[in-house]
């Protein structure tokens, strides 16, 4: 069997699963685990630090579809959708209520 048809098969495949929901069902997204992780250990520096760079990889794969003319929208919805994931992890964070903590996380001020 060529290659090709193995990949081609390989994405009907993919795209059944998630058509049908089961892989939102059974195989949670890394990022999701990640995310819960932080909010059950209340590490509301590390849920910050992960937003960020997320955004940072948003701004350079802008960069990269106008300087190279790259199609970069499959990785740019994939960062779109991680953000929305992480900020509703921050929300649980923050509904936790330790204000103390989320100040500490907080990322230091440029005029202080």
Same mark, same amino acid.
């Given at each position: 069997?060529?290659?090709? @048809? @193995?990949? =081609?098969? +390989?994405?009907?495949?993919?795209? +059944?699963?998630?058509?049908?929901? %089961?892989?939102? %069902? %059974?195989?949670?997204?890394?990022?999701?685990? @990640?995310?819960?992780?932080?909010?059950?250990?209340?590490?509301?520096?590390? =849920?910050?630090?992960?937003?960020? %760079? !997320?955004? !940072? =990889? @948003?701004?350079?794969?802008?960069?990269?579809?106008?300087?190279?003319?790259?199609?970069?929208? =499959? +990785?740019?919805?994939?960062?779109?959708?991680?953000?929305?994931?992480?900020?509703?992890?921050?929300? !649980?964070?923050?509904?936790?209520?330790?204000?103390?903590?989320?100040? !500490?996380?907080?990322? +230091?001020?440029?005029?202080?």
């Amino acid at each position: 069997m060529s290659d090709e @048809i @193995i990949d =081609l098969s +390989a994405r009907q495949m993919a795209k +059944a699963a998630r058509e049908s929901g %089961h892989v939102r %069902h %059974h195989m949670p997204m890394a990022i999701e685990q @990640i995310v819960d992780t932080y909010v059950r250990l209340k590490d509301g520096r590390a =849920l910050l630090e992960l937003r960020a %760079h !997320r955004q !940072r =990889l @948003i701004v350079d794969l802008n960069k990269l579809r106008s300087n190279l003319n790259c199609n970069v929208d =499959l +990785a740019l919805g994939k960062m779109t959708e991680d953000l929305a994931i992480i900020d509703a992890g921050i929300a !649980r964070w923050i509904a936790q209520g330790d204000i103390g903590a989320i100040v !500490r996380a907080l990322p +230091a001020s440029p005029w202080s």
